[in-house]
């Protein structure tokens, strides 16, 4: 950790109250600065896979904020939830949360979680496929859930961090923060390359 540069100011870009908490729990001082970019736009651009739409939107999100503050740290991402070619859109009330739970209970799906960074004349892009076995479950256990968690403006209709590892018989993935937000270790692995200082070390 030697060579430690002055902390620049770091800017969230990104409306994500789960984001937002993982990098409060690390101890980062950051301004949030959603970009408002369409996000269905990028969705249904069906030349680009799944992993390139998702990873499109998170470069979308930064490129906007950074244009506007160049010498900040940008941080922005975005999860997609898939099951085969269906995209499940985030649940804006309790009843379409139910409704995407039930097709995903009994299956696997994917959880794409894209993270792209820009600092100055540096950039940093970083794909995460999360494969999600999901329980099989009931109508009343989902609406169960559902009630208790109150998992809406989630990808897939879920939060690990509010009871949602519960709905999981298994979870493939490099890194569990990447399920709830960031990929927090190749998140700060990157800063720790970029000579940013960390709260905690």
């Known amino acids: 950790m030697n060579n430690i540069h002055q902390s620049p100011s770091i800017i969230l870009a990104s409306a994500s109250s789960s984001r ?35 990873q499109a939107i998170a470069h979308a999100k930064v490129e906007k904020v ?30 379409q949360a139910v ?3 039930m097709k995903l209970q009994g299956k696997t799906h994917c959880l794409f979680t894209a993270l792209y960074m820009q600092y100055k004349d540096q950039s940093f892009d970083y794909l995460e496929t999360n494969k ?8 009343s256990q989902i609406r169960k859930y559902v009630e208790k968690a109150n998992p809406l403006h989630c990808a897939g209709s879920y939060a690990l961090e509010r009871y949602g590892i519960g709905l999981f018989e298994k979870i493939e993935t490099k890194d569990q923060s990447a399920v709830i937000g960031f990929p927090l270790t190749t998140l700060i692995n ?12």
Not at 37 to 47: G, M, P, Q, W
Not at 132 to 139: D, N, S, V
Not at 190 to 201: G, S, V, Y
């Open 20 to 54: 937002r908490q993982q990098l409060e729990d690390l101890g980062f001082v950051f301004t949030i600065k959603p970009s408002g970019i369409d996000e269905d736009l990028y969705k249904k651009n069906t030349e680009l896979s799944l992993e390139k739409r998702c």
């Open 190 to 201: 990157q800063m720790i390359k970029w000579n940013i200082p960390l709260p905690f070390l």
């Open 99 to 101: 409704q995407s739970l």
């Open 132 to 139: 999600m076995k999901m329980r099989q479950l009931t109508e």
């Open 66 to 95: 950074a244009k506007e503050h160049p010498d900040s740290l940008v941080l922005g991402g975005d999860q997609m939830a898939a099951l085969g070619s269906e995209i499940f859109n985030k649940s804006e009330t309790p009843e």
